[in-house]
């Protein structure tokens, strides 16, 4: 007898009908539950491990610039300590030569350094993304001009330009980092015009295109967010050329000036003491290793993260 389709879902040949398959694919396969691309990214930055350590380190460095200011109290202009003081239990790293504290000096001189290095990444970031994008989507004549005053910044002796502004203005902290912003967009404006060229071809850009679509909506809506993996990852990179910048500045005293001081400004005040007193030279060297190296191993992270063709590192 041929079976009921009420009673036998299956149906008379053992197989369920053509619309419960559509339907149970539906369900099985629920978009909704898809892992988006910044939770994988996630995924695969925290798989580097040797990226993870470096993030730690980063985040250990910048809580001493910080926040040790409120667990260390002692100022930094106090300068009613002897000079040249062995380290103690009132001063852990001794005193420089003028009596003020080392720990103290070393702490700010944390903070300024990583606050000069966040701005120069982020002015330079946002200047070269700007121009290059500008270069790549409108090509003709705004291209030309771009990349030709590009290759004119290129040649130009940046740390030398960059210490004759500084004597010439002044040697506050945010004036060192607004003039090495300055001269540091241009490498990351030449990588987001080569990125651009290639993504305006896209047919999700031509369709924004011919849908009426103006160029800062393609710009900023389209094309910047398909270039954020290679903008993150030469921003991290902009952050250690930075503090190795200031601190040559710094070092050959055109940097940050007095009452400002930065880790390169301590090594030019104490490298003479290196023999005698190499804690006071080798602290702040240290830290700008370790900071340098750590920006560095958090940017191979996030290029392996970026990359959708690595294979180091699987989600």
Known sequence: ???????????????????????????????????????????RFFRHRLAVAALVVFL???????????????????????????????????????????????????????????????????????????????RGAVDSTISRFVDLMLIIPQIAVAAILVRALSGSWYTVAFILAAFGWMTIARITRGETLSLAQREFVEAARAAGAKTRWIIFRHLVPN??????????????????????????????????????????????????R???????????VLLSLAVNFIGDGLRDAFDPRQTKVRA
């Open 278 to 288: 190499p804690w006071l030279f080798w602290g702040p060297f240290v830290i700008i």
């Open 60 to 138: 250990l460095i910048c809580a001493i610039g910080f926040l040790g200011p409120l667990f260390w109290t002692v100022s930094v202009e106090d300068t009613s300590s002897r000079g040249y003081l062995p380290p103690s239990a009132a001063h852990p790293l001794g005193t420089i030569q003028t009596g003020k504290d080392m720990l103290a000096q070393l702490i700010i001189g944390t903070r300024l350094s990583v606050q000069i290095a966040l701005v120069v990444a982020i002015g330079s970031t946002l200047v070269g993304v700007l121009l290059g994008a500008l270069a790549g989507y409108l």
């Open 1 to 43: 007898m041929p079976s009921d389709p009420a009673l036998n879902p299956l149906g008379a040949t053992g197989l369920p009908p053509a619309g419960t398959v559509a339907v149970a694919t539906a369900s099985e396969f629920d978009t909704t539950k898809a892992r988006k691309q910044s939770t994988l990214v996630l995924r």
């Open 227 to 276: 270039m954020i993996g290679t903008i993150t990852v030469n921003t991290t990179l902009a952050v250690a050329s930075a503090v190795l910048s200031e601190a040559a500045l710094s070092f050959i005293g055109l940097g940050v000036q007095p009452p400002d001081t930065s880790l390169g400004l301590i090594i030019n005040e104490n490298y003479s003491q290196i023999t005698n």
